[in-house]
């Protein structure tokens, strides 16, 4: 379930890289991903989020926006 989230996730953030804060890309994520799977919770999406940033497929910067990265383009499109 993890890659599906990761995926929701990457398809919700803009492939030009703007910044998008992260609080709204949770939430954004969790409404997509409830109707393939009621049971995610909001720990799941943001765990799957800090993978993302982990591996280098988003940036989360101090200010709590949030930007995908070429890798990232790349590596989900």
């Known amino acids: 379930m993890s890659r599906r989230i990761k995926r929701v996730a990457m398809e919700n953030l ?3 890289q703007e910044r998008v804060d992260l609080d709204t890309l949770a939430s954004n994520v969790m409404l997509d991903i409830r109707s393939i799977d009621p049971e995610v919770t909001l720990f799941d999406v943001f ?18 926006t949030v930007s995908a990265t070429s890798h990232g383009i790349d590596a989900w499109s």
């Open 14 to 16: 803009p492939m030009s």
């Open 47 to 64: 765990n799957a989020i800090k993978e993302l940033n982990e591996t280098q497929d988003l940036f989360i910067f101090q200010n709590g």
